[in-house]
C-alpha cells in the first residue's frame, strides 16, 4: 500500500499542487481496486501511509541539503512541512471517505 501511497502524493494533487484533490484520489483509487477487491483495513492505511511518504520526501530534501544540495532542498522539505501536510490535515475527513467509498 506504500506504493500506492507514493502514486496518490505525486499523482492526484489539485492544481495548486499542494493537496490531494478528492476527486483524483477517488477515481485513482477505484481504478487500483478494479483490479480486485481492495480491502477496508488496506484503505484505511492509505492515508497515514501518505503522511509516511510526505515524510520520507521531506527527509529526502534534509539530506539533500546536508549533502550541498542548495537552497532548493531546503524549499522543498519547507512546502512539505508547511503546506502539504497541512493540506493533508485540512482534507482528511474528504480525502478518508474518498479512499473508503472506493473500497465499497
Keep these: 500500500m ?3 501511497a507514493v502514486a496518490l502524493a505525486l499523482e ?8 490531494l484533490d478528492a476527486g483524483l484520489v477517488h ?3 477505484a481504478g487500483y481496486g478494479a ?6 483495513e488496506q484503505a484505511r492505511l492509505v492515508l497515514p501511509l501518505v503522511r509516511a511518504a510526505y515524510t520520507w ?3 529526502a530534501a534534509l ?7 542548495g537552497p532548493d532542498a531546503i524549499e522543498r522539505l519547507q512546502r512539505i512541512a508547511e503546506r502539504r501536510l497541512p493540506a ?3 482534507r482528511r475527513v474528504e480525502l478518508t ?8
Design 57 to 59: 520526501q521531506g527527509m
Design 88 to 90: 493533508l490535515d485540512a
Design 35 to 40: 483490479g480486485g477487491r481492495l480491502a477496508i
Design 2 to 4: 506504500f506504493d500506492v
Design 12 to 19: 492526484c494533487a489539485d492544481p495548486g499542487g499542494e493537496a
Design 97 to 104: 471517505e474518498a479512499v473508503e467509498a472506493a473500497a465499497g
Design 27 to 29: 477515481a485513482f483509487m
Design 63 to 69: 539530506l539533500s541539503w546536508k549533502a550541498g544540495g
